[in-house]
């Protein structure tokens, strides 16, 4: 039987729709998918990025806090500690006591620095002679973090004294006077730990009554 020839092209122009149709679905359903998928990359991104920020916030927060409590940080915030503070910055030592370790800081307050000869800290203090402000700063700070109870083990153990090596290389004597611990300096003169055991992230501070002098 032969079909008409109208009948044919409405068939033909019916399945070109339906195809078109069927095209047209196809391409709208990949492109939502597409955008679902962008929807998804981008709420992945942003979800990292997120998270990246809210590390490096918390890294951040961690370094403060770090810095804060550390030596550098404590002394900072002792209203004892002024002198010393301003040596550490004009030395360029500050950055060392805020950074990781283990240090023991014999810390002169300022009362210590006001006993200093007259104009001997003026003169420390000047950009010609930090070498020398390092060398009398460094001769405070013993590396190994030791509170007052291991000042005191290690006077015992030596029999009533013991040597402390200073980060500098030269030598403190640490010893006994009644129930006082006394550092012994290099010329020997003795400062009194007036108040000790401020511990910090990074070691421990004891305020001495003196500057300390190898020699």
Same mark, same amino acid.
């Given at each position: ?8 092209? #409405? /068939?033909?122009? =019916?399945?070109?729709?339906?195809? *078109?149709?069927c095209?047209?679905? &196809? ?5 939502? /998918?597409?955008? $679902?998928? =962008? ?22 927060k961690?370094?403060?806090? =770090? ?18 503070? +301003? ?5 360029? %030592? ?30 420390l ?6 070498? !020398? %402000? #390092? *060398?009398?700063?460094?001769?405070? #700070?013993?590396?190994?973090? !030791? ?8 006077i ?17 004597? +640490?010893?006994?006077?009644?129930? $006082?611990?006394?550092?012994k300096?290099? &010329?020997? &003169?003795?400062?009194? +730990? #007036? ?5 910090? *992230? ?9 500057? %300390?002098?190898?020699?």
């Open positions: 039987m032969k079909l008409n020839k109208s009948l044919v092209a #409405v /068939l033909l122009m =019916a399945f070109v729709v339906a195809f *078109s149709s095209e047209d679905t &196809k391409k709208k359903d990949q492109i939502k /998918l597409e955008e $679902q998928e =962008a929807e998804m990359a981008k709420a992945e991104s942003d979800a990292k990025e997120a998270e990246m920020q809210e590390a490096q916030a918390n890294e951040e961690m370094k403060e806090e =770090a810095r804060t409590n550390s030596i550098a940080g404590k002394a900072m915030a002792s209203r004892d500690l002024d002198t010393l503070v +301003i040596a550490l910055k004009a030395a360029g %030592l500050a950055d060392m006591l805020l950074a990781e370790g283990d240090y023991t800081v014999f810390a002169p307050t300022d009362f210590a620095f006001s006993e200093l000869k007259k104009g001997t800290l003026e003169d203090i000047k950009p010609e002679n930090k070498e !020398m %402000l #390092v *060398s009398v700063l460094q001769y405070h #700070v013993v590396a190994g973090k !030791m509170r007052s109870e291991d000042l005191g083990k290690a015992d153990a030596g029999n009533g004294k013991a040597e402390l090596t200073t980060v500098k290389g030269d030598k403190l004597t +640490i010893m006994r006077d009644g129930d $006082q611990i006394v550092i300096d290099g &010329k020997g &003169k003795k400062a009194q +730990i #007036v108040l000790g055991n401020i511990d910090a *992230s990074n070691g421990v501070i004891h305020e001495v009554s003196k500057v %300390l002098m190898s020699k």
